[in-house]
Every structure is written in structure tokens, then in C-alpha cells.
């Protein structure tokens, strides 16, 4: 059986590195841009230099390199689909055929890139969770979406929802986790070659980790109650927030980016 220990996604380490230290605002507006960039880039080569970005971007962190880089595993799937579709439906010259399906060059080259992106992009993603605390998290969304105001949406509750979307998957993976450690202990066989056993072993899986889903997401609202939380406007902040000559670098650096991947 696998555990879902290995899951890193959303994890925070309190350190004092460049990355730590810059605006939360700022980590997410990069982020956005240069996701934006890296699908825009049509060169190969061009999406290999936004990957070598991230690694500079992971030493900058100064966060652990092999808990960054566990949390590929979690798109492995979508790196498989995306580029299997690319190798079997890409149009181009064909080098060999798998039964009734032609492998073209293209094909090759797209899977590549398509992958190369998705693992940049993961990259991206995981650093931030890594960098930024819950709270400064929230606050760089409401910033974000201040200007939505003017439109009458609430961008505060938007901004907590996206925040506990991206901080509740570890509490999600934790509950798996648990679930699966006790149907194992009462005889499950999760580990079954079979696949058709495997699935019926999951079913059981199913409910039990909804009804802990509902019950985390109720106490977090009992809490918000609690606590007076009403997502009105106006409120201030103990801590003011203000862009550092190095958060106006990354940004630059990030619209560059994103530049010259449109106009390349």
C-alpha cells in the first residue's frame, strides 16, 4: 500500500530566503504571468529555459530540492495523458506505428513540450505554497481581486475561497491517508494486481472520505462563525504591505518573460 505521505502540496517552510521574502501579491502575479508565458512558448528549447528557471527559482528558495520535486508525483497522471494524446494524434511525418496508431515527429516533440510545461508549471505552484504563509496568501488574493470590487463581486469571500482551496489539500491527502490505513487494517486489499478487485476495494473508500470532506468543512464554517468572519469590506490589516525594489524586479522579469515567449 502507498501512503500519501509523499504529497506536498501546500506545505509552508518558515525560512529567510529571497523568495520568502518578497511580496505575496507579487509571488502570485509572477506565478500567473509566467504560466501564462510558458503555454505562449512554442520552442522547445524556450520551454527548456522557463525549466531551467524554475531550478534557479528552487535554489533561491532554499527549500528542501526533493520535497519540491515530490510534488511531480502528483501530476504524473496528467504528464501520461498529455503526452501519450501528443505522440498517438499529432499530425506530422510518421517514424513508426503501435497497431493502428502512427508516432509522427511532432507528436514526439509535443508530448515533450506539453509535459515540460505541466512540470513547470507544477514547479511554480509547489514554491509558492513553500514561501508563502496562509495568511499572506489570502491577503495577496484580496489585493488581487480589490479592483472586482468595482463590479460588485465580493472579492474577500473569493479570496478565502481560493486560499482554503489551495491550503485544504493536505487535510484532504491526511484524510485519505487515514481511511485507507484503517479498510487496510479491517482486510482491504488496496494492493490486489487485479483491477477490477482494486476497484471494488476503492468503492468503500468513497463515502468515508466524503463524510470527513463535509464534516472539515463544516467545523472551518463554525469557526469562521465564531470567530465573526462576515467577508464585509473595509477591514485593515496589522501589517502593511508594500513592494521592495526586488519585487519590482520579479515583476519585470516576469512580464519579459512573458514577451518574449508571445513574440518568439
Same mark, same amino acid.
Given at each position: *500500500?502507498?501512503?500519501?505521505? %509523499?504529497? #506536498?502540496?501546500?506545505?509552508?517552510?518558515?525560512?529567510?530566503?529571497?523568495? %520568502?521574502?518578497?511580496? =505575496?501579491?507579487?509571488?502570485? =502575479?509572477?506565478?500567473?504571468? @509566467?504560466?501564462?508565458?510558458?503555454?505562449?512558448?512554442?520552442?522547445?528549447?524556450?520551454?527548456?529555459?522557463?525549466?531551467?528557471? $524554475?531550478?534557479?527559482?528552487?535554489?533561491?528558495?532554499?527549500?528542501?530540492? @526533493?520535497?519540491?520535486?515530490?510534488? @511531480?508525483?502528483?501530476?504524473?497522471?496528467?504528464?501520461?495523458?498529455?503526452?501519450?494524446?501528443?505522440?498517438?494524434? $499529432?499530425?506530422?511525418?510518421? +517514424?513508426?506505428?503501435?497497431?493502428?496508431? #502512427? &508516432?509522427?515527429?511532432?507528436?514526439?516533440?509535443?508530448?515533450?513540450?506539453?509535459?515540460?510545461?505541466?512540470?513547470?508549471?507544477?514547479? +511554480?505552484?509547489?514554491?509558492?505554497?513553500?514561501?508563502?504563509?496562509?495568511?499572506?496568501? +489570502?491577503?495577496?488574493?484580496?489585493?488581487?481581486?480589490?479592483?472586482?470590487?468595482?463590479?460588485?463581486?465580493?472579492?474577500? #469571500?473569493?479570496?478565502?475561497?481560493?486560499?482554503?482551496?489551495?491550503?485544504?489539500?493536505?487535510?484532504? @491527502?491526511?484524510?485519505?491517508?487515514?481511511?485507507?490505513?484503517?479498510?487496510?487494517?479491517?482486510?482491504?486489499?488496496?494492493?490486489?494486481?487485479?483491477?477490477?478487485? #482494486?476497484?471494488?476495494?476503492?468503492?468503500?473508500?468513497?463515502?468515508?472520505?466524503? $463524510? =470527513?470532506?463535509?464534516?472539515?468543512?463544516?467545523?472551518?464554517? *463554525? $469557526?469562521?462563525?465564531?470567530?465573526?468572519?462576515?467577508?464585509?469590506?473595509?477591514?485593515?490589516?496589522?501589517?502593511?504591505?508594500?513592494?521592495?525594489?526586488?519585487?519590482?524586479?520579479?515583476?519585470?522579469?516576469?512580464?519579459?518573460?512573458?514577451? &518574449?515567449?508571445?513574440?518568439?
Amino acid at each position: *500500500m502507498k501512503s500519501f505521505g %509523499h504529497i #506536498r502540496l501546500g506545505v509552508f517552510y518558515p525560512l529567510q530566503s529571497p523568495l %520568502h521574502r518578497m511580496d =505575496a501579491a507579487v509571488k502570485v =502575479a509572477c506565478t500567473a504571468l @509566467l504560466a501564462v508565458a510558458v503555454f505562449l512558448a512554442g520552442s522547445p528549447y524556450l520551454v527548456l529555459a522557463f525549466l531551467v528557471m $524554475a531550478m534557479v527559482l528552487v535554489y533561491l528558495a532554499a527549500v528542501p530540492p @526533493l520535497q519540491v520535486l515530490r510534488g @511531480l508525483r502528483t501530476v504524473l497522471v496528467i504528464l501520461l495523458i498529455a503526452s501519450v494524446a501528443q505522440f498517438l494524434f $499529432a499530425p506530422g511525418r510518421e +517514424l513508426f506505428r503501435l497497431g493502428p496508431f #502512427r &508516432v509522427t515527429n511532432a507528436g514526439v516533440v509535443n508530448g515533450f513540450v506539453y509535459s515540460l510545461r505541466i512540470i513547470f508549471l507544477t514547479l +511554480l505552484i509547489t514554491l509558492l505554497a513553500m514561501t508563502t504563509p496562509p495568511t499572506d496568501l +489570502l491577503r495577496a488574493f484580496e489585493r488581487l481581486m480589490r479592483p472586482l470590487r468595482r463590479v460588485r463581486l465580493p472579492a474577500q #469571500r473569493l479570496a478565502l475561497v481560493f486560499m482554503l482551496a489551495f491550503r485544504f489539500l493536505p487535510v484532504l @491527502l491526511g484524510r485519505a491517508e487515514d481511511i485507507v490505513v484503517a479498510q487496510v487494517s479491517r482486510g482491504a486489499r488496496l494492493d490486489s494486481r487485479n483491477p477490477l478487485r #482494486r476497484l471494488g476495494a476503492i468503492f468503500p473508500l468513497v463515502m468515508p472520505f466524503f $463524510a =470527513a470532506c463535509f464534516r472539515d468543512a463544516e467545523a472551518l464554517s *463554525m $469557526a469562521l462563525a465564531c470567530r465573526g468572519w462576515r467577508g464585509d469590506g473595509g477591514r485593515t490589516c496589522y501589517r502593511s504591505y508594500g513592494l521592495r525594489p526586488a519585487d519590482y524586479l520579479a515583476l519585470g522579469l516576469s512580464l519579459a518573460s512573458l514577451a &518574449v515567449a508571445a513574440f518568439l
